[in-house]
C-alpha cells in the first residue's frame, strides 16, 4: 500500500511530499535475544589487489605499497562493482555475466589476464576457483563472461601478469637474420621451465620441444626459417599456454555476485483484492473464487498473482469508503490496517478463508504457472494484539497515546508504525522475521513489501540477508515511491526488483532519459526495475481520460522496457478511470476501502491485447532484462522507438532482436522514419531482412538504415517487431529466420 509517492527530484508528481528515513546506521542485530547471536553481512573489504610478498631486507627499497617489486602487471578496475565490493553485483543463474577489467604494464610485452570465480561458501582451494581467459578490446579494456550454474554467491575476481612465453612467441614472428638463433635459445629455457610446471604428457611434450628448439638454435647448419617455425609451432605452443608462469602476478580482491532464480529479472505481475473475487455483487470473496480465476490470468500470460494483506483487518479507527474518517457497520475497511481481535500478520481474515484454503490456492496457482506474492506491511492497526502485547514497539505522542501514520498533510489514524529506535528493537526485529517464516512456511516465495523506506535500513540487510541464506529462491518487490537514493540503497540492501517512476514518465524525451539510466546506468548491476502503469494507489491523470490507445500504448512500454511489470488487473483490463475527485490520483469507489464487483465478460475488456503482449514476451528473450535498452532516433516527438537485444548464451548464438515503436498520441495517426543502423543487429548495409510484426502478425522487408513507420492508435497503437534474417534465397523466395 502506498503511502508515500515522492518521485524523482524536480520530476516529482504533484501534491507529493518526501519524508525522512530511517538511519543506515543500525548495527546488524542478533536474531534471538536467548540464542547466540547470528550475524549475516558481506566479508570485510579486501585490500585492493593482492601481490607476491617482497622478501628483501627491511631497510631495502620497495614499492610503497610493499609488494614485489618485480610485479609489472596492473589492474586500474573491475567492473561491475557496486561500492567497491560492499554489496554484490545481481545476477540470473545460467544467463552470462559480463565482466571487465583495465588492466596494462610498462613497455611492449604481452599481458594475460584472467577471470577467477567460485561460489562464496567455497574456499580458495584450486578444484574451487574456475578460471577464463580474458580477451582484449582495445585501450587496455579486457572482457569475459561467466554464468553461475547455480542459485546462490559467488566471488569473482581478476588475475593478471607479464607472460614470457607469450612476449618472446610475439617477437620471434617479427625477428630476422641470426637474432632468430639468440631468441630460439632464450625461447628453450622457458619452455623447458613450462615442462617443469606440467606432468603427464604436456611435460614431455614440452621437455622435447625445448631441447630440440635448444639445437636446432645451436646447430649454424639449421635453417633460421626452420628454427623460426619450430620455435612458433602453434599446436605446441597451445600446450605451453596450460603452463604459464604466474609467480609474478597480480589479483585484485574478490567482489560479491548474487546469481538468482530466472523470476527475479523477468516477472509478470496481477494484482487483485481476493475481497472482490467474487461472480456475486455484494458477496465478499474468497480464496476459493480467487481459484476460479486463475485459468483467466495464467491465459493472460501472468506468472505471478499479488494479493494485499490477507490478515484480520483492525476496527478501532476503520476508514470507510473513499478514505472516509467514519465507517459504517458494514464497511470492510483497508487491508493495510493489519490486527484485530481475530490475529495479526499470522493470521487470515476469516472472510476469505482458512489456513488450508489458502494453501489450496498456492498449490493450484503453481499448477497453472503461476506464483502467489503475499503483501509484507509491517505495520499495526490500533487493535492488533502487538499494540497490547508489545506497546514498547511503538511510538508515543506526548499525551500518552500512540502515534498514527502520517505523512502531512495526509493521515492514516488506522496504522500504527512500528518504532524502530525502539530499547526492544532485537525482539521487534525478530518477531517481524517470525512473519516471514510464517509465510514461506504456508508456501510463498514472493513478498511485496509496503514502504520498505519507512522502516530501518540496517533491519532490511539482516532480514533479507537470513531469509535468502536459508531460502535462496525468495523474492522481495520493494515498494518505494521516494527518493533515487533511498530507492537504490533499498535495492543494494538486499530487495530484489523495485517499483519505478514509469507511472509519472509519459513524454518521449523523459522515457528515453529514464529508461537509458535503468538499462545501462551505473545501478542496473543491482537495482531491477518492477514497471507499474497503475496500482490502487495511483491512477495517472494520463488514464484518466479511459482512451484504450492510452491503456494499450502503456501496457506495451511497460512490458516491453523492462523485464518485469505489473498491473492492478481488473481496473486495467477493464480501463477504470475515475479519480475520487478532479487532481487526485486516488480511485473513485477505491477497493482498498470497499468491495467491488468486476464484469470480466465485458466485451470492451483489454485481456486479449493483454495476452498477446505477455505472450510476446515469453518468447522474445531480448524482452526477458531490464538490460540493454537501445533508443532510436525518430524525427516525431510523438514516436517513441527502441531495440532490444538478448544476450546469447554462447558466442556463436544469435541474439534475438526486437524493435518496438510505439504511438505516444492516443488521438492521432503518428508518422516518421526510424534511424537504425543494420549493423547493430548484425546485418550487412545493402543486405535485406524482415521485421515480423508480432501485435499484428504483418511482416515488412527492410533494408539500410532509414525505415518509416505510420501507426494509428485506433487500431493498434505500437509496433513489435522481431528481426528475421535472410538465411537464403532460391528462385524467387526469401527465407528468414
Known amino acids: 500500500m502506498k503511502r508515500e509517492t515522492t518521485p524523482i527530484g524536480a520530476k516529482a508528481p504533484k501534491g507529493k511530499t518526501q519524508t525522512q528515513t530511517a538511519s543506515e546506521s543500525t548495527p546488524i542485530p542478533r536474531t534471538e535475544t536467548k540464542a547466540p547471536p547470528r550475524k549475516r553481512s558481506l566479508p570485510p573489504p579486501e585490500p585492493p589487489l593482492s601481490f607476491a610478498p617482497a622478501t628483501a631486507a ?70 574451487a576457483v574456475r578460471e577464463l581467459p580474458m580477451r582484449a578490446l582495445g585501450n587496455d579494456v579486457w572482457e569475459a563472461a561467466f554464468a553461475p550454474p547455480a542459485i546462490g554467491r ?146 493472460m500470460g501472468f506468472d505471478v498473482l499479488y494479493m494485499p494483506p490477507i490478515h484480520p483487518i483492525g476496527r478501532e479507527q476503520r476508514k470507510g469508503p473513499n478514505n472516509t474518517l467514519v465507517a459504517g457497520p458494514d464497511d470492510v475497511g483497508s487491508p493495510w490496517a493489519i490486527g484485530a481481535k481475530e490475529g495479526g500478520h499470522k493470521s487470515i481474515l476469516p472472510a476469505l478463508g482458512t489456513p488450508e484454503d489458502f494453501r489450496h490456492l498456492v498449490q493450484a496457482a503453481n499448477a497453472q504457472g503461476i506464483e502467489i506474492a503475499l503483501d509484507i506491511a509491517f505495520q499495526c492497526a490500533p487493535d492488533h494484539p502487538y499494540v497490547k502485547e508489545h506497546p514498547e514497539w511503538f511510538r508515543r505522542r506526548p499525551d500518552g497515546s500512540v ?47 509496503d514502504n520498505p523506506h519507512t522502516k530501518s535500513f ?83 491523470e494520463q488514464l484518466q481520460a479511459g482512451d484504450a490507445p492510452t491503456y494499450m500504448a502503456r501496457l506495451v512500454l511497460a512490458a516491453t522496457l523492462s523485464g518485469s511489470y505489473g498491473i492492478y488487473g481488473p481496473a486495467y483490463e477493464l480501463r477504470e478511470h475515475r479519480p475520487r475527485e478532479h487532481g487526485s490520483e486516488e480511485y473513485l469507489d477505491s477497493e482498498k476501502y ?59 548464438a544469435e541474439a534475438n532482436v526486437v524493435i518496438v515503436a510505439v504511438n505516444l498520441d492516443p488521438h492521432r495517426v503518428q508518422s516518421g522514419w526510424i534511424h537504425l543502423d543494420p ?17 499484428t502478425n504483418q511482416r515488412y522487408t527492410w533494408r539500410g538504415h532509414h525505415h518509416y513507420v505510420k501507426l494509428d492508435p485506433h487500431s493498434v497503437p505500437a509496433h513489435i517487431l522481431v528481426v528475421r534474417r535472410r538465411v537464403r534465397s532460391e528462385r524467387d523466395f526469401d527465407y528468414f529466420l
Open 679 to 695: 549493423a547493430s543487429i548484425g546485418v550487412g548495409p545493402d543486405e535485406d531482412f524482415q521485421v515480423h510484426d508480432l501485435l
Open 403 to 449: 502515534q498514527y501514520a502520517e505523512n502531512p498533510p495526509k493521515k492514516y489514524q488506522d496504522i500504527y508504525p512500528f518504532h524502530f529506535e525502539s530499547d526492544d528493537w532485537r525482539a521487534l526485529w525478530a518477531e517481524l522475521k517470525s512473519v516471514l517464516d510464517h509465510w514461506i512456511g504456508e508456501g510463498v516465495r514472493i513478498f511485496r513489501v
Open 458 to 540: 540496517a533491519f532490511w540487510q539482516w532480514v533479507i540477508g537470513e531469509i535468502n541464506r536459508e531460502h535462496p529462491d525468495v523474492i522481495f518487490l520493494a515498494e518505494a515511491f521516494t527518493r533515487p537514493k533511498v530507492m537504490h540503497r533499498l535495492a543494494k540492501l538486499g530487495f530484489t526488483q523495485s517499483y519505478t517512476y514509469f507511472t509519472w514518465r509519459t513524454g518521449k524525451a523523459e522515457l528515453v532519459e529514464y529508461f537509458t539510466e535503468l538499462s545501462s546506468g551505473p545501478g542496473a548491476d543491482y537495482f531491477r526495475p518492477n514497471a507499474w502503469p497503475n496500482t490502487p494507489d495511483i491512477l495517472h
Open 154 to 299: 559467488f566471488l569473482y575476481s581478476v588475475s593478471a601478469w607479464v607472460d614470457s612465453f607469450e612476449s618472446w612467441r610475439h617477437e620471434m614472428a617479427r625477428r630476422v637474420g641470426e637474432d632468430i638463433r639468440i631468441a630460439a635459445l632464450a625461447a628453450a629455457k622457458d619452455i623447458v621451465a613450462a615442462a617443469g610446471r606440467a606432468d603427464g604428457a604436456d611435460r614431455e611434450a614440452l621437455a622435447r620441444w625445448g631441447e630440440e628448439l635448444a639445437r636446432a638454435a645451436a646447430d649454424g647448419a639449421t635453417e633460421l626459417r626452420a628454427v623460426q617455425a619450430l620455435a612458433l609451432d602453434a599446436t605446441l605452443a597451445e600446450v605451453a599456454r596450460r603452463h604459464p608462469d604466474r609467480s609474478l602476478a597480480v589479483t585484485s580482491a574478490e567482489l560479491p555476485l548474487w546469481a538468482q532464480r530466472t523470476r527475479a529479472g523477468f516477472s509478470t505481475w496481477y494484482e487483485l483484492f481476493p475481497r472482490s473475487a467474487s461472480p456475486e455483487p455484494g458477496r465478499h470473496g474468497t480464496f476459493r473464487d480467487v481459484e476460479t480465476r486463475l485459468p483467466a490470468i495464467a491465459a
Open 594 to 652: 470497499q468491495l467491488r464487483h468486476w464484469n470480466h465478460d465485458d466485451p470492451e475488456s483489454l485481456a486479449p491485447f493483454i495476452a498477446r503482449v505477455n505472450r510476446i514476451r515469453h518468447d522474445n528473450p531480448a524482452l526477458q532484462t531490464h538490460r540493454g535498452v537501445r533508443f532510436l532516433p525518430v524525427e516525431n516527438d510523438m514516436l517513441l522507438a527502441y531495440a532490444r537485444e538478448s544476450v546469447p548464451d554462447n558466442d556463436e
Open 58 to 127: 627491511p631497510d631495502a627499497p620497495a614499492p610503497a605499497d610493499g609488494s614485489d617489486g618485480r610485479i609489472r602487471a596492473v589492474i586500474g578496475a573491475v567492473l561491475p562493482s557496486v561500492d567497491e565490493g560492499r554489496f554484490p553485483v545481481k545476477a540470473i543463474v545460467g544467463q552470462r555475466t559480463t565482466i571487465t577489467a583495465h588492466c596494462f604494464t610498462d613497455g611492449h610485452d604481452v599481458l594475460r589476464v584472467m577471470l577467477r570465480w567460485r561460489p562464496e561458501a567455497s574456499n580458495e582451494a584450486r578444484d
